[in-house]
């Protein structure tokens, strides 16, 4: 397929959300997996006592000074209300030997803390054993992101257990680089 002819079948096709819009999700997709991302598992102790976890690949650190990261979780997923309302997580960041834990966190309904062995942060979010490091925050804002909403975390506590290689995600698959 040629440039012209994706713009064409683009401007042609737009999609339902945004009559102007030229750009079709699977070409998004397609796109953005040419983007090398990091892999963390989100978790917080929710209100009913019990832990939530996710795994995301949209993590990023936002600024310095104040200390804020941001991570994205889709609206259509059913542990981020519990993270939301637990207002404040940790950010576990993944190695490279850890896809299987990764895997566990980002199906829906299983319990993904079988198994998974962990310890109670500062405030109570669970901080997975094993990770390169865990990032305490409080939820300090949340914004839309289209099918997304952008969670923005003010770090209250930080640490860095281990060397390693992280778990990266590139072209809809694990991966590792080495550093």
């Known amino acids: 397929m040629t440039a012209a002819t994706a713009t064409t079948r683009a401007t042609l096709t737009p999609t339902l959300a945004d009559p102007h819009c030229t750009v079709e999700g699977i070409d998004m997709r397609t796109a953005m997996s040419s983007f090398c991302t990091g892999v963390a598992i989100i978790t917080a102790l929710g209100t009913d006592g019990r832990p939530a976890g996710m795994a995301v690949q949209s993590f990023s650190s936002v600024s310095l000074d104040p200390p804020l990261v941001c991570f994205c979780p889709a609206h259509t997923s059913s542990t981020w209300p519990r993270i939301r309302e637990a207002g404040r997580f940790a950010v576990n960041i993944l190695g490279a030997d850890q896809q299987e834990l990764c895997r566990r966190f980002a199906v829906t309904g299983a319990d993904k803390f079988a198994g998974t062995h962990w310890t109670p942060g500062r405030y109570g979010a ?6 390169l490091a865990t990032i305490e925050c409080d939820l300090e804002d949340v914004l839309d ?4 909403a952008i969670a923005l975390g003010r770090v209250t506590d930080l640490t860095a257990h281990r060397e390693g290689e992280p778990l990266v995600y590139f072209r809809r698959s694990y991966g590792r680089v080495a550093c």
């Open 145 to 148: 992101g289209g099918d997304h």
């Open 126 to 131: 669970p901080l997975l054993d094993g990770v």
